[in-house]
């Protein structure tokens, strides 16, 4: 008698690669067996004495005794309990009937009668019923035969996680063989049966006997829309090493065909990465509505390679490689409304290097972009970056310096190679109340231009830019108590100034590789930046002033609300711009104001407004009301406000609510509206409701979502509804064994944000 353990993968490994498949924790208000239901953990040793107590005890032959009468027989972490017993300590073989009961600190097991040797660890228990600590899991055997550390067989075995009087799903399987030594049981004749009606059988199946992986089919999804029919994918798992596998996954689309998916891990002690590829031999699909497709009969196929490296001697490493065979793919095949509307996929080979004061990166990184009317960004062959830091140095001085060179290439435009270096010192100053921190530095840039024919507002093959940054960032910091509806409150008020001057020098003859204007707003106000790359050095000569407020509980330490109002001044014009002979001429910027409240433990808000005083209007705003709970309920609503000024290309006006409602304890409802109100077009639109017992759950989710966002505000009275996509998601899950249908977890936590 080992270990009651044997009877645990008598009874319950034979389900285990789909008890394993789905991790299952029993919902906070299902019942739980009592404290004392399994017993505490307790190392069991060969050398374990028998301990036997009842309430009769008699000696009937030379080493064999009879015990009545609430007999209990232990031994390390195992009980024996029943009417009646009979051990012969010669033999160690115990023969027990009336109530007899078995358990360990993981299982209890209850039967009619046992025999048991305990030497050799081979017996038979009748009538079995068992309950499972780690799943609250039950079932029953006819017969349990223990052939050693070597094997177990069992007659009619069932497994459950429902509660008692509660047989909503149940597994059968008329006999399973279980292979102790090679980790692998057999079960043959296996039924699934739901409400006590058969709804899935297999004549056989393996899986493996503890928590380690094992190679076989997993659960299958099946689902419905109106791209790709009836949708049904069969993934097949192999365990190919500790620390490689491999998914391969057949899925079967009525209006497209066969296509076929492979996945490959791998993780060794210095890297890991993911090999993905498709297959879809001859697309079968003429027309989607009135829409025709423009691959039909042809081959379509996708690869994806990632790998992270992690190197002792502080190198690292990153690829990131994509490829789809036409432009449509991911429109085609993704149900994420983000991924379908990807203009460009990433072709990235990134080596770097971390020291405690220099920090080197090598890049090289290309696209394949997915949309006609976007324009080829420019390929890096290759680009390097060398920047340190030398903090606190004599005189507390700290010394700084970024340096970049990036060769560009490109089949149409102007291409050729960028080298920038900026040293920089800066002198920060200061206490807990105060901080100046003055800087100066110098920005140097040398241009080697190619392919020039034809591009006319370029001139010189060669050119030199200098121009030296000098800023002063200063701030304070007070501090008051404050009583607030009973609660003890501390109040900061910080001010911060941060000048900025940058002369000027005409850019106009130099290409735009990689650089764009960054968005305005509270963390581009503080930036000696403008603009996201280096060719274009804004001109400056301002002074950005701020002021934040805290309130923060004095007791928790924790921040209740925060509030921010900052504005730019400028004393000159800004003559440097992506366009030729674009000039701004405001004296001040637009006021920026943010404010991030925590109303309770569940409450949350967050503002942002960038309000135009010469126009009075506003340029951009959003807002943001967040719920949730720990009983896993989630509400947002949120709107989102980006002016068209005529130069703004991504003017937006939208509102999204999204959420997980629970009614009671089973049920919840679950949507989501995200619309464009500039556009009069919804974007997307999420309804459902969810089901969870102690046992099983299902869900139901119908979705209708625009496919590619690329296309928003063309014609949409005539394209945005043949850019739609309609499609419903059921699944029903087993707890403790596996979920089937078209799975949408991942969906709803792209769609809501906080759900789980």
Same mark, same amino acid.
């Given at each position: 008698?080992?270990?009651?353990?044997?009877?645990?993968?008598?009874?319950? %490994?034979?389900?285990?690669?789909?008890?394993?498949?789905?991790?299952?924790?029993?919902?906070?208000?299902?019942?739980?067996?009592?404290? @004392?239901?399994?017993?505490?953990?307790?190392?069991?040793?060969?050398?374990?004495?028998?301990?036997?107590?009842?309430?009769?005890?008699?000696?009937?032959?030379?080493?064999?005794?009879?015990?009545?009468?609430?007999?209990?027989?232990?031994?390390?972490?195992?009980?024996?309990?029943?009417?009646?017993?009979?051990?012969?300590?010669?033999?160690?073989?115990?023969?027990?009937?009336?109530?007899?009961?078995?358990?360990?600190?993981?299982? %209890?097991?209850?039967?009619?009668?046992?025999?048991?040797?305990?030497?050799?660890?081979?017996?038979?228990?009748?009538?079995?019923?068992?309950?499972?600590?780690?799943?609250?899991?039950?079932?029953?055997?006819?017969?349990?035969?223990?052939?050693?550390?070597?094997?177990?067989?069992?007659?009619?075995?069932?497994?459950?996680?429902?509660?008692?009087?509660?047989?909503?799903?149940?597994?059968?399987?008329?006999?399973?063989?279980?292979?102790?030594?090679?980790?692998?049981?057999?079960?043959? &004749?296996?039924?699934?049966?739901?409400?006590?009606?058969?709804?899935?059988?297999?004549?056989?199946?393996?899986?493996?006997?503890?928590?380690?992986?094992? +190679?076989?089919?997993?659960?299958?999804?099946?689902?419905?829309?109106?791209?790709?029919?009836?949708?049904?994918?069969?993934?097949?798992?192999?365990?190919?090493?500790?620390?490689?596998?491999?998914?391969?996954?057949?899925?079967?689309?009525? &209006?497209?065909?066969?296509?076929?998916?492979?996945?490959?891990?791998?993780?060794?002690?210095?890297?890991?990465?993911?090999?993905?590829?498709?297959?879809?031999?001859?697309?079968?699909?003429?027309?989607?509505?009135?829409?025709?497709?423009?691959?039909?009969?042809?081959?379509?196929?996708?690869?994806?390679?990632?790998?992270?490296?992690? /190197?002792?001697?502080?190198?690292?490493?990153?690829?990131?490689?994509?490829?789809? %065979?036409?432009?449509?793919?991911?429109?085609?095949?993704?149900?994420?409304?983000?991924? +379908?509307?990807?203009?460009?996929?990433?072709?990235?080979?990134?080596?770097?290097?971390?020291?405690?004061?220099?920090?080197?990166?090598?890049?090289?990184?290309?696209?394949?972009?997915?949309?006609?009317?976007?324009?080829?960004?420019?390929?890096?062959?290759?680009?390097?970056?060398?920047?340190?830091?030398?903090?606190?140095?004599?005189?507390?001085?700290?010394?700084?310096?970024?340096?970049?060179?990036?060769?560009?290439?490109?089949?149409?435009?102007?291409?050729?190679?960028?080298?920038?270096?900026?040293?920089?010192?800066?002198?920060?100053?200061?206490?807990?109340?105060?901080?100046?921190?003055?800087?100066?530095?110098?920005?140097?840039?040398?241009? +080697?231009?190619?392919?020039?024919?034809?591009?006319?507002?370029?001139?010189?093959?060669?050119?030199?830019?200098?121009?030296?940054?000098?800023?002063?960032?200063?701030?304070?910091?007070?501090?008051?108590?404050?009583?607030?509806?009973?609660?003890?409150?501390?109040?900061?008020?910080?001010?911060?100034?941060?000048?900025?001057?940058?002369?000027?020098r005409d850019q106009d003859d130099i290409p735009l590789f990689d650089t764009n204007l960054r968005t305005f707003g509270m963390g581009s106000m503080f930036s000696h930046e403008r603009f996201t790359g280096p060719d274009r050095i804004g001109d400056a000569n301002q002074v950005t002033?701020?002021?934040?407020?805290?309130?923060?509980?004095?007791?928790?330490?924790?921040?209740?609300?925060?509030?921010?109002?900052?504005?730019? $001044?400028?004393?000159? @014009?800004?003559?440097?711009?992506?366009?030729?002979?674009?000039?701004?001429?405001?004296?001040?910027?637009?006021?920026?104001?943010?404010?991030?409240? %925590?109303?309770?433990?569940?409450?949350?808000?967050?503002?942002?407004? $960038?309000?135009?005083?010469?126009?009075? $209007?506003?340029?951009?705003?959003?807002?943001?009301?967040?719920?949730?709970?720990? @009983?896993?309920?989630?509400?947002?609503?949120?709107?989102?406000?980006?002016?068209?000024?005529?130069?703004?290309?991504?003017?937006?006006?939208?509102?999204?609510?999204?959420?997980?409602?629970?009614?009671?304890?089973?049920?919840?409802?679950?949507?989501?509206?995200?619309?464009?109100?500039?556009?009069?077009?919804?974007?997307?639109?999420?309804a459902g409701v969810e089901y969870h017992s102690c046992c099983w759950a299902t869900r139901i989710v119908y979705r209708d979502y625009v496919k590619d966002t690329n296309f928003i505000g063309i014609d949409n009275d005539e394209f945005g509804n043949e850019n739609r996509t309609k499609?419903?998601?059921?699944?029903?899950?087993?707890?403790?064994?596996?979920?089937?249908?078209?799975?949408?977890?991942?969906?709803?936590?792209?769609?809501?944000?906080? /759900?789980?």
């Amino acid at each position: 008698m080992r270990k009651l353990i044997m009877l645990s993968a008598g009874f319950v %490994s034979c389900f285990a690669p789909l008890v394993s498949a789905e991790p299952y924790h029993v919902p906070s208000h299902c019942p739980r067996p009592a404290a @004392d239901f399994f017993l505490p953990e307790d190392a069991l040793t060969a050398e374990s004495d028998v301990d036997v107590q009842a309430d009769t005890a008699q000696l009937v032959d030379l080493g064999t005794s009879v015990f009545t009468g609430k007999v209990d027989v232990r031994r390390g972490g195992q009980q024996l309990n029943a009417n009646r017993a009979t051990y012969n300590q010669t033999t160690g073989k115990v023969t027990a009937q009336g109530d007899v009961r078995l358990r360990d600190s993981q299982m %209890s097991i209850f039967g009619d009668q046992a025999e048991w040797n305990l030497d050799e660890d081979r017996g038979t228990l009748i009538d079995a019923k068992y309950q499972m600590k780690q799943m609250n899991a039950r079932g029953e055997a006819s017969h349990v035969n223990r052939q050693g550390v070597q094997s177990t067989q069992l007659k009619n075995a069932t497994y459950t996680t429902c509660m008692e009087n509660d047989d909503f799903w149940k597994l059968k399987a008329g006999e399973v063989d279980l292979d102790h030594e090679e980790g692998v049981g057999r079960a043959y &004749d296996v039924v699934l049966r739901m409400m006590d009606v058969p709804v899935f059988y297999t004549p056989y199946i393996s899986f493996p006997l503890s928590d380690e992986r094992k +190679s076989g089919f997993l659960i299958p999804s099946i689902g419905n829309s109106n791209e790709t029919g009836f949708d049904v994918s069969t993934p097949y798992y192999w365990n190919i090493a500790p620390d490689m596998d491999a998914t391969l996954t057949p899925r079967y689309m009525s &209006d497209r065909g066969l296509m076929l998916i492979g996945e490959y891990r791998y993780l060794t002690s210095q890297s890991e990465g993911i090999i993905d590829a498709g297959f879809l031999g001859s697309d079968s699909l003429r027309q989607n509505g009135d829409e025709i497709n423009p691959n039909y009969n042809q081959n379509r196929k996708h690869f994806s390679f990632q790998q992270d490296g992690r /190197y002792a001697n502080r190198w690292r490493t990153q690829v990131d490689y994509n490829y789809v %065979s036409d432009r449509d793919y991911l429109e085609d095949f993704s149900n994420n409304l983000s991924l +379908s509307s990807t203009t460009h996929l990433n072709r990235l080979l990134n080596v770097n290097y971390y020291g405690d004061i220099w920090n080197f990166g090598a890049r090289v990184q290309g696209y394949q972009t997915l949309l006609r009317e976007v324009e080829e960004p420019y390929q890096r062959l290759p680009q390097l970056t060398l920047r340190g830091l030398l903090p606190d140095q004599a005189y507390g001085l700290s010394y700084e310096f970024n340096s970049e060179f990036t060769a560009f290439d490109h089949d149409e435009l102007v291409k050729g190679q960028r080298l920038n270096i900026e040293p920089g010192v800066s002198l920060p100053m200061g206490t807990a109340g105060f901080f100046v921190t003055p800087r100066v530095a110098l920005k140097q840039s040398y241009y +080697s231009l190619d392919n020039l024919s034809g591009q006319s507002q370029f001139e010189e093959s060669s050119i030199n830019r200098t121009l030296p940054v000098v800023s002063l960032d200063s701030g304070l910091v007070f501090e008051r108590p404050l009583n607030f509806a009973g609660n003890k409150m501390i109040q900061t008020l910080e001010p911060r100034a941060f000048y900025l001057y940058i002369p000027y020098r005409d850019q106009d003859d130099i290409p735009l590789f990689d650089t764009n204007l960054r968005t305005f707003g509270m963390g581009s106000m503080f930036s000696h930046e403008r603009f996201t790359g280096p060719d274009r050095i804004g001109d400056a000569n301002q002074v950005t002033v701020g002021l934040t407020s805290r309130f923060i509980d004095e007791e928790a330490g924790r921040e209740k609300l925060s509030v921010t109002l900052g504005q730019i $001044q400028y004393f000159s @014009d800004r003559r440097v711009n992506l366009r030729p002979d674009v000039r701004e001429t405001s004296s001040d910027s637009d006021y920026i104001a943010e404010a991030i409240a %925590s109303i309770s433990e569940e409450w949350a808000l967050a503002g942002q407004i $960038q309000w135009d005083p010469d126009t009075t $209007q506003s340029s951009m705003s959003s807002l943001q009301l967040r719920y949730r709970n720990e @009983d896993g309920g989630v509400f947002n609503i949120a709107h989102r406000y980006r002016r068209d000024d005529g130069d703004n290309q991504f003017p937006l006006d939208q509102i999204d609510v999204s959420g997980s409602v629970p009614i009671n304890d089973q049920w919840s409802v679950i949507g989501r509206y995200y619309r464009s109100l500039r556009d009069s077009l919804t974007l997307e639109t999420l309804a459902g409701v969810e089901y969870h017992s102690c046992c099983w759950a299902t869900r139901i989710v119908y979705r209708d979502y625009v496919k590619d966002t690329n296309f928003i505000g063309i014609d949409n009275d005539e394209f945005g509804n043949e850019n739609r996509t309609k499609a419903i998601f059921f699944e029903i899950e087993l707890k403790g064994l596996g979920r089937f249908g078209k799975k949408s977890d991942g969906l709803l936590e792209d769609s809501i944000r906080g /759900y789980e």
